[in-house]
């Protein structure tokens, strides 16, 4: 007897077919992954830029707002034949008055990293130092916090430091302190301003500018300790200053507020205010290049920032102090030459990032001509202008 429906032969996929449908979902799932990999690649570094350097055009938004207001607070005083004030004679009957000059007990100054001396940093890093005056009304007694004018001495330099000194002590035993390129600050505040009693020093010694600088180098001396010195942003490998006057050769004002027109020649005749990069308003040896006792009309100011990834990278390569093997001999001593170094570094960053097996170097550079509100003269009052 048969059954009334007949069963239905099998049917089922070939090993074949099984294999050929296991490549393509694989293919499918390999292309789901990789896109994935490369979304969250593309996030991280977007997270990374955004955060690295969000710090550190923070940081150099601040200092161009303060050194803006950079002032030496001059008057004029008579002096006679010899350079004297009156002050200077112990009888003022001696003193015979021949001219007005101008005079100041608050100091601009820009020199070298190198030659800072500053206690508590592994080493100075790559660049320049800029140190001045403003009406920036930072104290440490809050009872003073609404007089909002009072002078404070302020410092801007690149350092190679620990964060140990910096970071709370609780800290210090669960992790290992990281050391960093980092911009440091000079901020003292209001009550330990000690700028009046070094020039009151200085006077008293005649005129030694070592004394002049002792509010300054006395606070440094003693780093992160005095409580006058904080990074105020990390991973910033180099700072470059450059104090200009507002007129070329010609006489006729640039009108110049950005960096590459500058910079555009080679020899840049509006760099010979400082042509070394060092530049003290209070050294009477300056005074044949710019009066002494004023301030620069303009200054340059640039900053090369990289990011986290990038710096412990570079120190897993070439240890610690990785950017002197980026920056080449006789580096930034000449300002005419200020462009031309600067795209120095910038070579040697994209050489590494395109070698085999280098580094990929990501770095942002900051920089801007900054027009100082303080300044009295857009060229020496002995030039002559047509």
Known sequence: MQPAHPK????????????????VLTSIMLMFVGLL????????????QISQ???ARLAYDIISKN???????????????????????????DFVPKEFQIQSELQFRTLQTRDLRVSGIVAPGPGHALFFQAPLGSTADQRYGPLTNLLNGRGYFVALVSDDSFRPTFLSSMYEPKIRYRLMEFLPPTERNQVYAAANEADANGGQLTDRAKWITVPLGTGGNSGSLRPL????VAFLVSPREAVADTGRATGVTDMAALAAADRDSTARVAPRFVYDSANPADASRWPLHTLPPLIVITMVAIDEVT???????YGQRFMDTFIPPNWMQAADAYQRDLNQLIEAFNRESTRPGGVDVSYKVFTSTIRINGAKWSVPPSSKSP
Do not use: C
């Open 8 to 23: 239905a032969p099998d049917h089922g996929f070939s090993l074949v077919e099984l294999l050929l449908s296991m490549t």
């Open 37 to 48: 990999d490369q979304t969250q690649k593309t996030w991280e570094f977007s997270r990374t």
């Open 53 to 55: 350097f969000r710090e």
């Open 67 to 93: 050194v803006s207001q950079a002032t030496l607070n001059a008057y004029f005083e008579q002096v006679d034949a010899k350079g004297k004030r009156a002050s200077d004679y112990a009888d003022p009957k």
């Open 233 to 236: 942003a990390e991973n910033i």
């Open 311 to 317: 710096a412990m990278r570079l120190e897993e390569r």
